[in-house]
Nanobody, 126 residues
Framework: QVQLVESGGGLVQAGGSLRLSCAPS????????MGWFRQAPGKEREFVAA????????LYADSVKGRFTISRDNAKNTVYLQMNSLNAEDTAVYYC???????????????????WGQGTQVTVSS
């Protein structure tokens, strides 16, 4: 019943930056542990980053640590992924995901997330 919508994808030159946003559509009555995943052509979906309900705890894939920052603004009911120093290996469809409200642990496993967005394309030119 929770529908997520991603935005902010696009084409960027290597070394550049993008900021992705994710928000649920329609009414919501709780906050969620949120995550970002990505899937590149010919590859499996992989974990990128996750954030706790309060925003106090975050988790990152080693491949993006130090370059990407996940954050949230609960007043706006929105989670962000700031992506800096992008390279060609970051090219993928990026998916926003949310856990059921009762789930409180930040994790990197896709199966632990219950709600998914449609994805937004990020293309980094080399």
């Amino acid at each position: 019943q929770v529908q997520l919508v991603e935005s902010g994808g696009g084409l960027v030159q290597a070394g550049g930056s993008l900021r992705l946003s994710c928000a649920p559509s329609g009414r919501t009555f709780s906050t969620y542990v949120m995550g970002w995943f990505r899937q590149a052509p010919g590859k499996e979906r992989e974990f990128v980053a996750a954030i706790s309900k309060s925003g106090d705890s975050t988790l990152y894939a080693d491949s993006v640590k130090g370059r990407f920052t996940i954050s949230r603004d609960n007043a706006k009911n929105t989670v962000y992924l700031q992506m800096n120093s992008l390279n060609a290996e970051d090219t993928a469809v990026y998916y926003c995901a949310a856990k059921s409200p009762a789930r409180i642990l930040v994790s990197r496993t896709a199966s632990a997330y219950d709600y998914w967005g449609q994805g937004t394309q990020v293309t980094v030119s080399s």
